[in-house]
Nanobody, 126 residues
Framework: QVQLLESGGGLVQPGGSLRLSCAAS????????VGWFRQVPGKEREFVAA????????RYADFVKGRFSISTDNAKNTVSLQMNSLDTEDTALYYC???????????????????WGQGTQVTVSS
């Protein structure tokens, strides 16, 4: 089993930056894929970004538009999401998730992820 803990959320003004972290403990295999998802009340949870621990292949949602960067420190079992040029539309509860090896085409599908954190709130407001 894998336990996940997100951190780094908070309040930031439009155009600002935040760095989210996902610390994992337990059976964290190198073959796992780590994803970030977000959810706004009343809307469906959506894919943000993901990285494969094994080869560090990355995948981003279209709305990121080069603003976000995902990285992994496998030795520390930590995955980070650097978010720059934040907009009010980025306000959401952000979750990290771990799943078994996932082929590239299936990475955005949340059903592929087995373990989920409790989320960290990101609020972008002026």
């Amino acid at each position: 089993q894998v336990q996940l803990l997100e951190s780094g959320g908070g309040l930031v003004q439009p155009g600002g930056s935040l760095r989210l972290s996902c610390a994992a403990s337990g059976r964290t295999l190198s073959s796992y894929t780590v994803g970030w998802f977000r959810q706004v009340p009343g809307k469906e949870r959506e894919f943000v970004a993901a990285i494969r621990r094994y080869d560090r292949a990355t995948r981003y949602a279209d709305f990121v538009k080069g603003r976000f960067s995902i990285s992994t420190d496998n030795a520390k079992n930590t995955v980070s999401l650097q978010m720059n040029s934040l907009d009010t539309e980025d306000t959401a509860l952000y979750y990290c998730a771990y799943g078994p090896y996932i082929i590239t085409s299936s990475i955005p599908q949340e059903s592929m992820y087995r373990y989920w954190g409790q989320g960290t709130q990101v609020t972008v407001s002026s």
